[in-house]
């Protein structure tokens, strides 16, 4: 039997992922001592993934400067002392087989609020108190405290902290560095008009509002040199009136490829409060706009842009099909992963494959696989 297109392996530059199942970022809001630094419950959580057939786990958002981070119990990346500890998360992904991957962010204007976890902080609330927030412009998320403008000077130093992290996340061994273009944060709300009203280089055009990200892209892929593989997370849309679309995306997708870009990983939303029809695949049609606006680029790397599609993809048929179908070349799942971290060998099952070596269930667990 072939297998599914799923299971194909995923050429990243010189690497090869052993399928197209993505584990997406998601911040676990586990660093008690708010030191940045990895704690043993991420090695296990990420390594448990890995052990349950994940072709590529994106580590979540960790911070390129302490004042970016999302919240304090975020993972960072913006001191050498913050490596040992991502280290031994890519070498507990490795021995589960996937490739691994770290997501680099900054929460600008969103920056500084308590971690969400359901049933035990409560919901998030606003800003905590004395933080640092800063953004493109002075424009306050709702319910968030008003953010400083960026000088040009503190922009180029943001650009650095992006390269700097970069670097360190190499040092730790990742093979993919993903930046954080989406759901409202740094890059994102300099990319949107909705959040970026600078007069400067930085803004009033497309052109300009672009600028920082594709200023970040070239400067990470710089800082990490041709082998390793260079993603972005975007919101391909604001779902809001005169916001960002799926057109500007793709526009800005063929620029992101230009400057060394290897992989979009297409998101939606998360800038400003807006309706958005959730449901199925609700975001797969952007990957698709996305894949068909890069397809036939060429990376400088010499491959193909790579296009991954996330949100609400939770079943294998339904992943099979989005892969089939052509509207991205791998999918990833989140929500159903903190349900089971051995979701890619149910999907593969689901699929009609019963080769546990194919479906990548660890060989210890054998006996246990479905009667
Ligand atoms: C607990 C949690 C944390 C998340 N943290 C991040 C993050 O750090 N970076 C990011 O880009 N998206 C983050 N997300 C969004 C997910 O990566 C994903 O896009 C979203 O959950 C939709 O996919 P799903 O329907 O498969 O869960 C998070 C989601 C959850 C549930």
Redesign the pocket.
């Known amino acids: 039997m072939a297998y599914p297109q799923l299971l194909q392996p995923l050429a990243l530059r010189s690497l090869a992922a052993r399928n197209r199942l993505w584990l ?4 676990m809001y586990s660093v008690t001592a708010e030191d940045g630094v990895v704690t043993d419950w991420h090695v296990v959580h990420y390594g448990s993934r890995a052990q349950g057939g994940f072709g590529t786990i994106i580590v ?2 960790s911070a390129v400067t302490p004042e970016g981070r999302l919240s304090p119990n975020d993972l960072g990346l913006w001191d050498d002392a913050q490596v040992a500890g991502h280290r031994r998360i890519v070498e507990a992904i490795h021995a589960g087989g996937a490739l691994a991957g770290v ?1 680099l ?1 900054h929460g600008g204007r969103k920056a500084g609020t308590p971690p969400w976890r359901p049933a035990v902080e409560g919901a998030r609330s606003g800003t905590l108190p004395g933080w640092n927030l800063v953004a493109p412009s002075a424009a306050a998320y709702p319910e968030h405290a008003t953010p400083r403008a960026l000088t040009t000077t503190e922009i180029a130093d943001t650009v650095q902290a992006f390269a700097d992290a970069a670097r360190r996340a190499v040092a730790a061994g990742y093979d993919v560095i993903e930046l ?1 273009g ?2 409202g944060y740094l890059i994102h709300q300099f990319l949107s008009p909705l959040s970026n009203t600078r007069t400067d280089a930085y803004g009033g055009s497309a052109e300009g509002r672009r600028r920082f990200a594709l200023e970040t892209a070239q400067a990470v892929r710089e800082a990490i040199g041709e082998e390793k593989v260079l993603d972005i ?1 975007l919101s391909a849309t604001d779902w809001a009136e005169g916001g960002l679309t799926g057109d500007d995306t793709a526009e800005l997708a063929r620029q992101l490829v230009a400057v060394g870009v290897d992989v979009l990983h297409v ?1 939606t939303g998360g800038n400003v409060p807006a309706k958005v029809p959730v449901g199925p695949g609700y975001q797969v049609p952007f990957a698709g706009q996305v894949k068909h606006a890069v397809a036939g680029m060429t990376t400088p790397g010499g491959g193909q842009p790579q296009v991954v599609a ?4 939770d079943s294998g048929l339904q992943a099979e099909q989005i892969l089939v179908a052509g509207l991205a070349d791998a999918v ?5 992963a ?1 349900r089971d971290p051995y979701l890619p060998v149910r999907w593969a099952h689901e699929l009609g494959v019963n080769d546990w070596q194919a479906a990548h269930l660890p060989v210890q667990y054998w006996r246990g696989a479905w009667r």
């Open positions: 997406p970022p998601m911040c979540e958002a997501q962010g954080h989406a759901h997370r998101s996330v949100g609400l993809i990833a799942t989140g929500r159903g903190l």
